[in-house]
T-cell receptor
Framework: SQTIHQWPATLVQPVGSPLSLECTVEGTSNPNLYWYRQAAGRGLQLLFYSVGIGQISSEVPQNLSASRPQDRQFILSSKKLLLSDSGFYLC???????????????FGPGTRLTVL | DAKTTQPPSMDCAEGRAANLPCNHSTISGNEYVYWYRQIHSQGPQYIIHGLKNNETNEMASLIITEDRKSSTLILPHATLRDTAVYYCIVRVDIPGTALIFGKGTTLSVSS
């Protein structure tokens, strides 16, 4: 079955510290992968998406970056965190059906980041 | 920007049907209507999607108007566990297209 994992589940970091959040997918190959962020009391904001290894598209300019070193691994990073980076970070991919079409975007459990 | 408009909040009594409206007056012919929900502190969960015909699955029904400018998500017998933020999203018919979330409707189900 197709599953998605994220870690850590929660993280508290000081301002100016680096960040690395990891997302891995199982049970599928060459998935399209997505990073979203949800700030407190706000909606989901698409940050990055990737259609393949080394291919990253950024939706919002900021001090975050993403990388895809392996087919089923997606990493969100920052060199220096800001207070405004606090939020709920979600990784997602599309479940592929036997016909190859992608109907359902499936989300991971998320990482709750607090920057102090 | 999201291409849909939803009421910010709705209330529903447990056991009754919850009808959540969505306006998508600028929808294109190749765009599907998707519904997701997000329970507090969890990632969004897919509910249902459709193009122009009404759809039903084990979770809900989706009614799309003939002109496709609006739709309604129906939870036939709402339970307390259906309390969540419900998002109506239009998505173009291209594989891999990201979902753009709006503010959604907060549905509160009470006993």
């Amino acid at each position: 079955s197709q599953t998605i994992h994220q870690w850590p589940a929660t993280l508290v970091q000081p301002v100016g510290s680096p960040l690395s959040l990891e997302c891995t997918v199982e049970g599928t190959s060459n998935p399209n992968l997505y990073w979203y962020r949800q700030a407190a009391g706000r909606g989901l904001q698409l940050l990055f998406y990737s259609v393949g290894i080394g291919q990253i598209s950024s939706e919002v300019p900021q001090n975050l970056s993403a990388s895809r070193p392996q087919d089923r691994q997606f990493i969100l990073s920052s060199k220096k965190l800001l207070l405004s980076d606090s939020g709920f970070y979600l990784c997602a991919f599309y479940l592929t059906t036997t016909s190859g079409w992608e109907d359902e975007q499936f989300f991971g459990p998320g990482t709750r980041l607090t920057v102090l | 920007d999201a291409k849909t408009t939803q009421p910010p909040s709705m209330d529903c009594a447990e056991g009754r049907a919850a009808n959540l409206p969505c306006n998508h007056s600028t929808i294109s012919g190749n765009e599907y209507v998707y519904w997701y929900r997000q329970i507090h502190s969890q990632g969004p969960q897919y509910i249902i999607h459709g193009l122009k015909n009404n759809e039903t699955n084990e979770m809900a029904s989706l009614i799309i108007t003939e002109d496709r400018k609006s739709s309604t998500l129906i939870l036939p017998h709402a339970t307390l566990r259906d309390t969540a933020v419900y998002y109506c999203i239009v998505r173009v018919d291209i594989p891999g297209t990201a979902l753009i979330f709006g503010k959604g409707t907060t549905l509160s189900v009470s006993s």
